[in-house]
């Protein structure tokens, strides 16, 4: 584990750098806003915590009204578990015979989820919660769009959902449909009429699971990108944005339509200068080791004369702005990730503060957490 690079109480101006980050007045924004949008509509929240990876933020979450969370792996649900979070859906397929085990035995804990998008997994869930003596919900899967996991919408999701629910130790959850792909169509009319596609995917398959005679409690899916669509769309009754507690560059890049909320950046990168070699180039100590790149290089957070341009493993390479001073040797910048989940999955701790002042470190519990 890497050493805390602050503690409560120090200044801000003393936290040891490269850190990961959070403004706590724009993140506490950002929990408000989304649980207020949410409630006023009747629906649930369920916050995607791989985005934070942090039980801390869970619980935060949890307190401003969440149902619980949604998490990709095995592993990060057993940290959100033992955690005390009491209600983890892992929004994925699990088939391997001791995570199945290893998941059941969480249910012991908590109420625990599952996606299924294929019949014969059906049954290995079923055996290992009936090991384990537990019950888990599970969900089917609809693609709605996305095209990566899940069945076709109607019929095929329906046959899934009588199988689950002739299974003792299964309980049918609901339907899984989430559009990943949807969440970074930059104009607002793609992502508009990528959700109002997937809201009649959706539709048809929570049709056909009634007509079959299944009760259909839940069509849970959403992320930052769309929430309002699903929120607006009569069809999902349960959101799960993840992103929206911290935003990053990439979603930034999303062009806002008129009545979409603006969420605040909250997640930075601390990084100082170590070397300003010419007038045009200052080097930082946050490069590869310090930010996922798959979209895109980190932005620096108020900083316009300055310009993220090319890493090395320790190395960024920031382009001074023609006329510009070159930033000062020991100078600190604020830099925005250009995707939040997976630079995230970095660090050990995330520091919190407030004004100048270090608040809270708080460890990423499920960092790594790949099994």
Request: proline fraction near 6%; include cysteine; hydrophobic fraction near 45%.
């Amino acid at each position: 584990m890497q050493r805390a690079p602050a503690s409560p109480g120090d200044p801000v101006a003393s936290i040891e750098t490269p850190a990961l980050v959070l403004d706590l007045d724009a993140f506490e924004r950002n929990v408000d806003a989304m649980a207020r949008e949410v409630a006023s509509r009747g629906l649930r929240l369920r916050p995607h915590a791989k985005a934070h990876k942090t039980p801390a933020i869970a619980q935060a979450q949890m307190a401003h009204g969440a149902v619980g969370v949604c998490c990709q792996k095995v592993d990060e649900a057993v940290a959100f578990v033992e955690a005390g979070i009491p209600d983890v859906l892992v929004t994925n397929e699990i088939v391997a015979p001791p995570k199945l085990l290893r998941l059941a035995a969480l249910a012991r804990q908590a109420r625990i989820g599952v996606l299924v998008d294929d019949g014969r997994a059906i049954a290995p869930l079923a055996h290992a919660a009936s090991t384990m003596g537990t019950t888990i919900d599970a969900y089917v899967e609809v693609d709605v769009g996305a095209g990566r996991c899940g069945v076709a919408p109607g019929e095929a999701a329906a046959t899934l959902a009588r199988l689950v629910a002739g299974e003792r130790s299964l309980r049918f959850g609901g339907l899984h449909c989430y559009h990943g792909g949807a969440q970074h169509l930059r104009a607002p009319e793609e992502r508009r009429g990528a959700i109002a596609a997937a809201a009649s995917r959706a539709a048809e398959s929570r049709d056909a699971v009634l007509r079959s005679g299944v009760d259909c409690p839940i069509v849970t899916g959403a992320g930052t990108g769309t929430w309002e669509h699903e929120l607006a769309s009569g069809v999902w009754n349960e959101l799960q944005p993840g992103s929206y507690v911290f935003m990053d560059a990439d979603y930034a890049r999303n062009t806002p339509g008129d009545s979409e909320r603006h969420f605040e950046h909250s997640l930075f990168v601390l990084a100082a200068v170590m070397s300003t070699p010419t007038r045009e180039r200052a080097i930082c100590d946050a490069g590869l080791k310090a930010f996922s790149f798959d979209s895109g290089l980190p932005v620096a957070w108020r900083r316009d004369d300055l310009v993220y341009r090319k890493a090395s493993d320790e190395h960024g390479v920031l382009e001074v702005a023609a006329g510009a001073s070159a930033p000062a040797l020991g100078e600190r910048l604020l830099l925005v990730p250009g995707h939040c989940d997976p630079t995230v999955n970095l660090y050990d701790w995330i520091v919190a503060y407030r004004g100048d002042r270090v608040e809270h470190v708080w460890p990423v519990a499920a960092r790594g957490a790949l099994g």
